[in-house]
């Protein structure tokens, strides 16, 4: 074989490989869903009450994440940190920024004004965005996947 024929061999393994990474993310399980919503509105939630119950709420949420990714990848054999792919890290970057708002307004109601349902709502509403920011994280990153062949 050439050199050429051998990089176009090798670039279609590329191709192949990522297309079946890429089926193995095709779904979610309901458990990854709920799992993930509900990091999403304990770390946000958790902000608007003492710091006891806050730290408690973070160190759970912490250990969920890390209980989906560990499962996820033994069923799967894939993990991507949601950071790494180019266009779909602007979809974790924004809802970080969005997450992190919600986190200030449970703080300033819950923690400064003694209003205890807002941090309540707020983790509601950011459970709910986690789930819709994943699924556009997702999206682009099988976009951004798909360009590199």
Do not use: H
């Not at 990848?73 to 949601?82: A, F, I, L, S």
């Not at 307004?105 to 807002?118: E, K, N, P, T, Y």
């Amino acid at each position: 074989m050439s050199d050429t024929q051998d990089a176009k061999a090798a670039l279609e393994q590329i191709r192949q490989t990522r297309e079946q990474a890429l089926g193995k993310m095709n779904y979610w399980p309901w458990w990854y869903d709920a799992g993930y919503a509900l990091a999403c509105g304990l770390l946000v939630a958790g902000q608007g009450f003492p710091t006891a119950i806050a730290m408690a709420c973070v160190v759970v949420a912490i250990a969920i994440l890390a209980t989906i990714m560990r499962v996820w990848q033994d069923r799967t054999g894939v993990w991507v940190n949601g950071y790494a792919p180019r266009r779909a890290r602007w979809a974790a970057f924004g809802l970080a920024a969005i997450l992190m708002g919600l986190m200030g307004v449970s703080i300033w109601f819950g923690r400064v004004q003694g209003v205890v349902w807002v941090p309540f709502a707020n983790g509601l509403a950011a459970a709910a965005l986690g789930v819709v920011g994943m699924r556009v994280w997702m999206r682009l990153y099988r976009i951004d996947v798909r360009s590199l062949s």
